[in-house]
């Protein structure tokens, strides 16, 4: 039987229900595969582990994945079940923003840890300096919840569609009071969670071979849950040794991820990976050098030309 | 009980007063009677010295005046208090048996240490550092730290800082137990004058015989296991005593009469 | 096992060199520095090899001369964050988590009620879990360093604690019935006394708080911060895949991690030149 | 009881300092609350009820902290997820580890800095500079390469494995005050007392065994507790790498990024409890070494 | 350079040389000449004492021989090799001035530390352990801690540890410092049986001129600043001394020598 570990990009939640889903309901052993889910953490880069040979195959966002190329991790996405993008800037009006013009001056929640492209790409694109002062923005490097909105730290912060937005809700904030801009409405969305190998292991035929497999099994294990949202949630849930969440918190992020991932037979779309491509190469400074030139062979179609 | 009367003191006032003072130290294997039964009264101005057998209670009973240690039974009072006001009230200063000199603390500041606690100006702690070192002989010796010096010197340091501030009482636990003959003479002498020119009250344990009976107006005969009081001896020597007067019958007669007691004290006299 | 090898190949080095050295020049002061410094060399020397020779990714340990040329280059953006986190959160954390657990120590000692009633109480925050604290520090003291300094406080607060208690029963008893026989008041024995006895522990708890330090202040900056700072730069680095950039902000951390240490110490055999310890070395 | 009244006192103390806090802290909150409520003329004493049972409080009241531990460990089958004891076992299991691979690194670092200038040179500033480098920019490092090397070379399973790198992040944080306290201990016997081993030609591990490993007895013991309590830090920070898959690290990490604020005071005050144990526990082992070492009774 | 001719030694077999000994301590106020230019031969089976005015170097000088301190000037050799050598041979057995006990063992242990270094069995420890805490009567003792002892039975335990095991060479400072008289001159003749016994060497600090005079063959006499030898003197006593030795007149005649010697070491002569 052939294994395959699995890395992923974040602990176990609703935004990798495929996989738990997949190895749950026997998707993977159908395929005659072993697959090792590994829950990934606030300093676990997955591209680090793969590259220091602790996983076959890794979820990271597109961005991350292209800019651990171009420094010597040659990472090849093969499939990318997610076709949209969750990411947003959610505002408090009452701070004072309710457009883009309003940002000079106000202190932006941002996640780093190669969560932070899309945000300079955007901030390039408006032509806001990120350095403070009256006609920059101040930059705060947001821990990954959402207290700093709700302290009233920041103005803004990031929140994903799937989780955060929801927990802002939670806490009891109406939607009236927020300004919410989606990175994709604003021209600079990017792919998020795709899968990763390296590039050498590509060579190897039985390796392409396998990784169709997974592939398939998972994007089955995607489509599951999106019939199955409740079922899915609670096996997401089985699967998080913490016992921190909530079955209310995870079906909220099941039934938001599953409207990213729709629309996605597991191929890479390569309009949305130009789309991509260009917006980090609009974006090329110093401060945020994810890439600087376009980069070759970043994605492979033949994992997912056999499905 | 002993009460004496003084040789020297102009009236009759008990410094020290014991009554059936007792003192049982516990220890993982067993009690230790340390003293028993000790009755005694010191009077103001008496040179009272403590002699016998090692192990006999003296460093017990000197402690147990200082409240360092608490009697198990018995009363005991000091200038008619109880111990622990006495000592709140600075009444004695103490030469223990170990020098416990402060490593951090060179001689003059190991010297100074009851002073600044006392609330000496700097100059009279300067004029009093000066004058005790000179007494001991260590002058030059300001700068050193405890353990640059000799046993010897350490111990010498230890008598100038108990003799640097004005207590009426002295407790000195062989004081001059590491010195040479030489020396201790000279420190006997020093001592007798200082006594003689203050009107202090001593308690001075020794393992000298020549040394108990040349200095003091009482000596206290004591005993082990358990510690007590075996002998009390006044001396009629004159206050007024040169280092000669050790050749002379009378003095040699209380010594004869001390060494009785002590031998008295011991379970080996055959062997000896 | 290469690093095992490493690391014995440059102990010998040492050895030999301090063996043939130390008779002639003695106390020298350039040899204490030089024999480290040695040591060091060799680590970076073998370091350098074996992830050039290994063909190391560079995404998981850079070569030092990589490393270096990173350090060159970012001068500014060091200095910004050495400020940010050591002259800041380190140093006023620091100081104030020592002296409020050599503040506590001492009035747990002064008072039997307290000894009994806080005590435990201290055992209960010597392991405030930092990534728990961290969060909640940001909460009270938002994002800049005072939250940052919050966590330091502590960190720190409980080896200090410890150390002080047991240095203030460090005295012995000898030298306690002396003062006894004074009646020297408490602060009079405190201060003559039993503080000079614990300064031994006391820069103990002094020297491990440097460190303890220095990663609390890192650790914390992991939990939202303003976007200069040590810590900040390792984790966003990190996520960046610029590892040489983490290892610059790790070697300057090392380096000032050291000299306060280093001045620690060299207060300490100033302060306790009477311990054993120091009078024997 | 004469030893449990004054904690009970500072603990009351405490807890009515805190109440006090949550009524201060949590107020915006509420007071946003009631305006998005449109509820005006809240009595005072409504209010201070509110603040102190928010769902998502800044500052959690003891009731709720302790509510949360209670419904966390007795109410829970102490083997599954939701049980902190759970956590709390995972949690221990890595700092005993680490503690006793620390102390005795630690230890041994010591005796060797103590009985060798070259290595007391060589190794006491790497000693410091390697304290000095944050762990959590490490522990990547020590999870890939090590685990790897656990699970693959060694061929440990995964469990085990997950201990092992838990602990050695554990141990590396611990070591480090074992190590500073037991060379100053090391080095605390009098000139004298050497000297005696001196003229018996006492080899050094002798002089090591009777002399300076007793004498060194009260700095092993302070550094032991400060070292458990790193220990227990180390193998909490070392929880978030190895895939925060369980213990009080994860607990505490995975709480936070649901907001969990109850949840997250619970799993601080379990690992607090935790470490007051532990370091309760080095504390019995000193009295208890103490008195078979004649100690005076202060 | 004294070369003396043996009274007692069956050869004549140097234990201890010294030529030329010097020995300076560098402190943080300026050097102290501990030993200056001292010529000292001891041969096997002597009894040496040393006496001289506190810091004279006596401890110094103890201290050279047994390579705890490093002569600065000279040279020293003990049984014709190094001190450090000698040292490693277990030569020799060293009372120190101050007891020097470990506070975490009993006194019996305490006596036993030597004993286990040196490998003895354990039922040998015991029956050493038993005959010299005997010899120093502190038997019942046993298992006490040293704190909980008077400070004469500390400095009789740590008697016993150096008698303990079977050093050629016994180097001891002021071991009888702190005991009485009775005490004293039941282990001054006791150590005489010992030493007539087993041939032993014995350097010997004392204060006291007559113990100094009772026990040696030999009495070195030594003056401070610096610290020098001034006085060697010869003893023709017998080598089996009854206690009562001490009243013929030729050990008067001794001990006023030793006396002189004494006083003109001192500087404050006109004081006494
Ligand atoms: N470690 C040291 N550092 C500096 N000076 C020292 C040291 N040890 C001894 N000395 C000095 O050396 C001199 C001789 O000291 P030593 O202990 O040999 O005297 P001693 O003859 O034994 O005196 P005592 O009879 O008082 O014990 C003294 O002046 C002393 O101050
Ligand atoms: N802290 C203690 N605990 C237990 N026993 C003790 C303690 N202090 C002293 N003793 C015992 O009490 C007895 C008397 O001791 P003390 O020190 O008073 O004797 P001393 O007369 O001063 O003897 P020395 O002349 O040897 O100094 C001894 O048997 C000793 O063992
Ligand atoms: C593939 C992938 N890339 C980035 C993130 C980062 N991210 C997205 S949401 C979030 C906060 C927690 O939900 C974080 C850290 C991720 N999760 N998965
Ligand atoms: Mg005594
Ligand atoms: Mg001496």
Same mark, same amino acid.
């Given at each position: 039987?052939?294994?395959v570990t ?13 996989y738990y ?20 953490g606030p300093?676990i ?5 793969i590259?220091?040979g602790?996983?076959?195959?890794i ?10 190329r171009?420094?010597?991790v040659?990472?090849v996405?093969i499939a990318?079940?997610f076709?949209?993008?969750g ?6 009006k ?9 940002f ?7 996640w780093f840890f190669?969560?932070e492209?899309p945000?300079y ?18 930059v705060?490097k ?5 207290d700093?909105?709700?302290q ?5 912060i990031?929140?994903m569609?799937?989780?955060?937005y ?5 806490a009891?904030i ?7 801009f989606?990175?994709r409405?604003e021209?600079?969305g990017?792919?998020?969670?795709g ?18 497999k997974?592939v398939?099994a998972s ?5 599951y849950a999106r019939a ?11 699967n998080?040794?913490?016992?921190a ?8 992020q099941m ?5 990213l991932t ?19 190469l609009?974006?090329v ?19 997912t030309?056999g499905? | 009980?002993?009460?004496s009367?003084?040789?020297?003191a102009?009236r009759?006032e008990a410094?020290?007063s ?6 049982t130290?516990?220890?993982?294997d067993?009690?230790?009677v ?17 002699i016998?057998p090692?192990?006999c ?9 200082a ?7 018995g009363?005991?009072?000091?200038n ?5 006001n ?7 200063g ?5 020098p ?7 001689i ?9 606690i006392m ?5 009279q702690q300067a004029?009093?550092i000066?004058r ?9 010796f300001?700068?050193?730290y405890p353990?640059q010096?000799?046993g ?7 008598i100038?800082r108990?003799l ?17 003959e030489?020396?201790?003479?000279h ?11 203050t ?15 040349y200095?003091?107006?009482k ?5 082990p296991?358990?510690g007590?009081v075996?002998d ?7 206050r ?5 007067i ?13 060494r ?6 011991h ?6 | 096992?290469?690093?095992i090898a490493?690391?014995l190949?440059?102990w010998?080095?040492?050895e @030999?060199l301090s ?9 020298n002061?350039?040899?204490?520095l ?9 680590i970076?020397?073998?370091?350098e090899v074996?992830?050039?020779?290994g063909?190391?990714?560079q995404?998981i340990?850079?070569p030092?001369?990589m490393?270096?040329a ?7 953006t ?16 620091y ?6 657990g050599?503040v506590?120590?001492i009035l747990?000692?002064r008072?039997?009620?307290l000894k009994s009633?806080l005590?435990?109480l ?11 604290v961290?969060?909640?520090?940001v ?12 966590v ?13 208690v047991a240095g203030?029963n460090a005295?012995?008893?000898i030298?306690?019935?002396l003062?006894r ?12 006394? @039993?503080l000079?006895a614990?300064g031994?522990?006391?820069f103990n708890a002094l020297?491990i708080n ?8 890192i650790?914390?900056?992991?939990f939202g911060?303003p ?9 966003t680095?990190?996520? @960046?895949m610029?590892v ?9 951390a090392?380096?000032?991690?050291s ?6 110490v060299?207060?300490? @055999?100033?302060v306790?030149f009477w311990?054993?310890s120091?009078r024997?070395? | ?6 904690i ?8 009515a300092?805190?109440y006090a ?14 305006r ?20 998502k409080?800044v500052?959690?009241?003891a009731?709720?902290?302790f ?7 007795a ?24 503690f006793?691979?620390?102390?005795l ?15 007391n040179?060589?190794l ?8 000095t ?11 890939v390469?090590?685990?790897n ?5 060694m ?5 085990p494995?997950r201990l ?6 554990s141990?590396?944080?611990?070591? +480090? ?5 037991m ?9 004298i007392?050497?000297?005696l081993m ?12 009777k002399l ?8 092993? +013991? ?11 830090v180390g ?7 190895t895939g925060?898959v369980?213990?009080l ?10 907001s ?17 144990l532990?370091?309760?526990a080095?504390?019995v082992?000193?009295?208890?070494v103490n008195?078979?070492m004649?100690?005076?009774?202060a």
């Amino acid at each position: 039987q052939d294994t395959v570990t699995l890395q992923l990009k974040w602990v176990t939640q609703a935004q990798f229900a495929g996989y738990y889903v997949a190895q749950a309901k026997g998707f993977y052993e159908e395929e005659g595969l072993t697959v090792e889910i590994k829950p990934g953490g606030p300093d676990i880069a997955p591209e680090q582990v793969i590259a220091g040979g602790g996983a076959d195959v890794i979820t990271t966002w597109m961005a991350a994945g292209l800019a651990a190329r171009e420094r010597g991790v040659p990472l090849v996405n093969i499939a990318q079940p997610f076709k949209n993008s969750g990411l947003l800037l959610t505002c408090l009006k009452e701070a004072g923003v309710e457009t883009t013009a309003d940002f000079p001056g106000k202190t932006l929640g941002v996640w780093f840890f190669g969560n932070e492209y899309p945000f300079y790409a955007w901030m390039a694109k408006l032509g806001y300096s990120t350095e403070g002062g009256a006609d920059g923005v101040e930059v705060l490097k947001q821990a990954f919840n959402v207290d700093p909105l709700i302290q009233k730290q920041a103005a803004c912060i990031s929140t994903m569609t799937y989780n955060e937005y929801g927990q802002v809700l939670k806490a009891g904030i109406t939607p009236e009071e927020l300004t919410v801009f989606n990175y994709r409405d604003e021209g600079v969305g990017m792919l998020e969670d795709g899968l990763y190998v390296l590039e050498e292991n590509l060579a190897d035929p039985a390796f392409v071979e396998k990784m169709t497999k997974f592939v398939r099994a998972s994007m089955k294990g995607w489509e599951y849950a999106r019939a199955n949202a409740e079922e899915a949630a609670q096996i997401v849930l089985d699967n998080d040794s913490t016992g921190a969440m909530t079955l209310e918190d995870q079906l909220y992020q099941m039934t938001e991820v599953n409207k990213l991932t729709e629309g996605s037979t597991g191929a890479l779309d390569e309009a949305d990976y130009q789309q991509t491509v260009d917006t980090l190469l609009s974006a090329v400074s110093p401060d945020n050098p994810a890439i600087t030139k376009a980069p070759e062979g970043a994605f492979t179609h033949a994992v997912t030309d056999g499905l | 009980m002993t009460t004496s009367s003084p040789t020297s003191a102009d009236r009759t006032e008990a410094v020290v007063s014991a009554t059936d003072l007792g003192l049982t130290f516990k220890t993982n294997d067993g009690d230790v009677v340390a003293l028993s039964n000790v009755n005694l009264t010191i009077n103001k101005g008496e040179f009272v010295s403590f002699i016998g057998p090692s192990g006999c209670g003296k460093t017990t009973f000197l402690r147990t005046i200082a409240d360092l240690e608490q009697p198990t039974s018995g009363t005991l009072t000091i200038n008619g208090q109880t111990p622990e006001n006495a000592r709140k009230d600075r009444s004695y200063g103490y030469v223990f048996q170990a020098p416990a000199l402060y490593p951090w603390r060179t001689i003059e500041k190991n010297i100074a240490l009851p002073l600044e606690i006392m609330g000496y100006g700097a100059s009279q702690q300067a004029e009093r550092i000066k004058r005790t070192m000179d007494l001991v002989n260590l002058s030059g010796f300001e700068k050193k730290y405890p353990w640059q010096l000799s046993g010897g010197m350490q111990q010498r340091a230890s008598i100038a800082r108990a003799l640097a501030f004005d207590a009426d009482l002295l407790l000195m636990d062989e004081p001059f137990g590491a010195l040479d003959e030489i020396v201790r003479d000279h420190l006997n002498s020093e001592l007798l004058k200082l006594w003689d020119r203050t009107q202090k009250t001593i308690c001075f344990v020794t393992h000298s015989i020549p040394e108990a009976v040349y200095l003091s107006t009482k000596i206290v005969v004591m005993s082990p296991r358990p510690g007590r009081v075996t002998d009390v001896i006044e001396s009629n020597l004159p206050r007024e005593r040169p280092l000669d007067i050790r050749e002379t019958p009378e003095f040699l007669a209380i010594a004869a009469r001390v060494r009785d007691g002590l031998r008295a004290g011991h379970s080996y006299e055959e062997t000896v | 096992m290469a690093l095992i090898a490493a690391w014995l190949f440059a102990w010998l080095f040492v050895e @030999r060199l301090s063996k043939t050295l130390a008779p002639g020049l003695g106390d020298n002061a350039g040899l204490g520095l030089l024999i480290p410094i040695a040591f060091g060399v060799t680590i970076l020397v073998v370091w350098e090899v074996v992830t050039r020779a290994g063909n190391v990714p560079q995404v998981i340990l850079p070569p030092p001369s990589m490393i270096w040329a990173r350090i060159t280059a970012s001068v500014p953006t060091l200095l910004a964050d050495f400020q940010q986190t050591f002259l800041k959160a380190v140093l006023i954390g620091y100081a104030l988590g020592c002296g409020l657990g050599f503040v506590v120590a001492i009035l747990i000692d002064r008072s039997p009620f307290l000894k009994s009633g806080l005590l435990p109480l201290g055992n209960f925050v010597s392991a405030l879990p930092i990534v728990g604290v961290a969060p909640i520090m940001v909460m009270w003291f938002g994002f800049d360093w005072p939250s940052k300094a919050a966590v330091v406080v502590i960190m720190t607060f409980f080896p200090m604690l410890v150390n002080t208690v047991a240095g203030l029963n460090a005295s012995s008893a000898i030298e306690r019935d002396l003062m006894r026989t004074y009646a020297a008041g408490y602060w009079q024995t405190l201060m003559k006394l @039993r503080l000079p006895a614990a300064g031994p522990f006391i820069f103990n708890a002094l020297k491990i708080n440097s460190t303890l330090a220095l990663i609390g202040a890192i650790v914390a900056e992991f939990f939202g911060t303003p976007i200069v700072g040590m810590g900040f730069r390792i984790s966003t680095e990190v996520g @960046r895949m610029n590892v040489d950039m983490v290892w610059a902000e790790i070697a300057v951390a090392a380096v000032a991690g050291s000299v306060f240490y280093g001045v620690i110490v060299l207060i300490e @055999r100033g302060v306790t030149f009477w311990h054993p310890s120091v009078r024997g070395a | 009881m004469t030893r449990a009244g004054p904690i009970i006192v500072v603990l009351l103390a405490i807890v009515a300092i805190w109440y006090a806090a949550a009524i201060g802290l949590n107020a915006p909150w509420q007071n946003d609350v009631y305006r998005r409520g449109d509820m005006v003329d809240v009595p005072f004493t409504q209010f201070v009820q509110d603040t102190w049972n928010q769902e998502k409080p800044v500052l959690p009241t003891a009731h709720q902290v302790f509510g949360e531990l209670w419904n966390s460990t007795a109410l829970v089958a102490p083997n599954k997820p939701r049980s902190l004891i759970f956590h709390a076992w995972v949690t221990f299991s890595a700092t005993a580890l680490g503690f006793v691979m620390g102390s005795l690194l630690g230890v041994g670092l010591a005796v060797l800095i103590v009985h060798n200038e070259a290595m007391n040179r060589s190794l006491m500033p790497w000693i410091v500079a390697s304290q000095t480098i944050p762990i959590l920019a490490l522990a990547p490092l020590i999870v890939v390469i090590g685990f790897n090397i656990f699970t693959g070379t060694m061929g440990i399973p995964t469990d085990p494995a997950r201990l092992m790198s838990k602990a050695i992040i554990s141990a590396y944080l611990s070591f +480090f005050p074992v190590a500073v306290g037991m060379v100053k201990g090391l080095r605390s016997p009098e000139a004298i007392q050497l000297d005696l081993m001196h003229t018996y030609n006492a080899s050094p591990s002798q002089t090591f065994w009777k002399l300076r490993w007793p004498a060194a007895m009260p700095f092993l +013991f302070a550094s032991l507790k400060v070292g458990v309590a790193a220990s227990l830090v180390g193998a909490i920070v070392g929880e978030l790498p190895t895939g925060a898959v369980a213990g009080l690290g994860a607990r505490l990490l995975a709480g936070s990024y649901y907001s969990q604020t109850v949840q997250i005071w619970a799993a601080l005050f379990a690992a607090s409890i935790l470490a007051a144990l532990l370091v309760i526990a080095v504390g019995v082992v000193e009295r208890l070494v103490n008195r078979s070492m004649g100690a005076r009774p202060a």
